[in-house]
């Protein structure tokens, strides 16, 4: 296997133990923060991360990919901080968060209006891969876009494709954030397909806010790992629910082709804290280690099986060897 870049450094993919895929450290409004009030405190929250990190590494857990992006507020920097004083890898990622559209900076920056030819977005893609993100040397390890309710969108879909060329130069995979109400996983394959990605490299995110087991089905078929990482969000698929629909997978043989995660942050400020702590409170780090696995053994869902989603898809979908 090969190596896996991550923010202390690069790792032998195959050294890589349990990891949960989709989750995040902050998520912050950074213009919102520098001119109003909010509660962002760095030192505080570094001090609360790294206490919740090591908490996870004592439950078990080994690495954890941070899918916060451009558009969510990332800052490597900070995260850098976190990931020297934590037992944990972490995985710091590229690409753009929007459900519609791209911030104005990129209106002038399409191939037409470029020297070069290239679009901005994939000379940034490329440049967190190759150089590293914000000055720091921490490359990306993972390519991340969002197809939400609103589908391909004109910015969406450009976003979508500068990450498909960017995996196809780099060999780095992708996680897609998708909207499993309508489906939208399976137009992110559509359009992956005609840019050549192989789709067993492409983790289609969110699937299991979906117990649809033919459009889960479905998007295996087509090759693709499907993100069970959203264990602890019960507004939009209760614990209960999540887990049948992965224990049915499980028995169908597919757990060679799942992931699963929380998508929690220690700090998210879309919301009140207040109203998340009290609409979804098991949207924690530590749900799928104390509450997910003993409900999927109870299941008859075995420890190979739980390995296989844990560790081995993990490995498998990190390792940056590509085929292109
Ligand atoms: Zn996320």
């Given at each position: 296997m090969g190596t896996v870049e991550t923010v202390r450094g690069p790792v032998d993919a195959s050294s890589l133990g349990p990891t949960l895929m989709h989750e995040h450290v902050f998520v912050r409004s950074l213009e919102i923060e520098q001119n109003w009030p909010t509660d962002w405190d760095p030192e505080t929250k570094v001090a609360q991360a790294v206490a919740r990190l090591t908490e996870l590494a004592e439950a078990g857990i080994a690495a954890v990919v941070d899918l916060t992006v451009p558009g969510l507020g990332r800052d490597v920097r900070l995260v850098k901080q976190v990931a020297e004083q934590v037992p944990i890898t972490i995985v710091a990622s590229t690409g753009y968060y929007t459900y519609d559209t791209l911030p104005?900076?990129?209106?002038?920056?399409?191939p037409a209006l470029r020297a070069g030819g290239v679009d901005a977005l994939d000379e940034f893609f490329l440049h967190d891969i190759t150089e590293g993100i914000a000055g720091t040397g921490v490359r990306a390890g993972m390519l991340k876009c969002a197809v939400d309710e609103p589908g391909l969108t004109p910015g969406v879909e450009r976003v979508l494709r500068a990450v498909a060329r960017a995996h196809r130069q780099s060999g780095v995979p992708v996680t897609v954030h998708t909207h499993a109400a309508s489906r939208s996983g399976l137009d992110v394959q559509r359009v992956l397909r005609e840019e050549g990605v192989d789709l067993g490299r492409v983790v289609i995110g969110h699937?299991?806010?979906?117990?649809?087991l033919e459009y889960l089905t479905a998007l295996m078929d087509a090759g693709s790992v499907i993100g069970m990482?959203?264990?602890?969000?019960?507004?939009?698929?209760p614990t209960a629910d999540r887990v049948d629909t992965v224990a049915r997978l499980c028995q169908a043989g597919?757990?060679?082709q799942m992931v699963l995660s929380h998508d929690?942050?220690?700090?998210?400020?879309?919301?009140e804290p207040e109203l998340v702590a009290a609409a979804t409170?098991?949207?924690?780090?530590?749900h799928i280690s104390r509450d997910v696995i003993p409900a999927l053994l109870e299941r008859g869902v075995t420890e190979q099986q739980i390995a296989t989603m844990l560790v081995h898809v993990p490995r498998r979908v990190l390792d940056p060897v590509t085929p292109y």
């Open positions: 104005h900076f990129f209106d002038g920056r399409i699937s299991g806010d979906s117990t649809d990482d959203r264990f602890g969000v019960d507004v939009y698929c597919r757990a060679d929690a942050s220690c700090h998210f400020d879309w919301y409170p098991n949207w924690h780090y530590l």
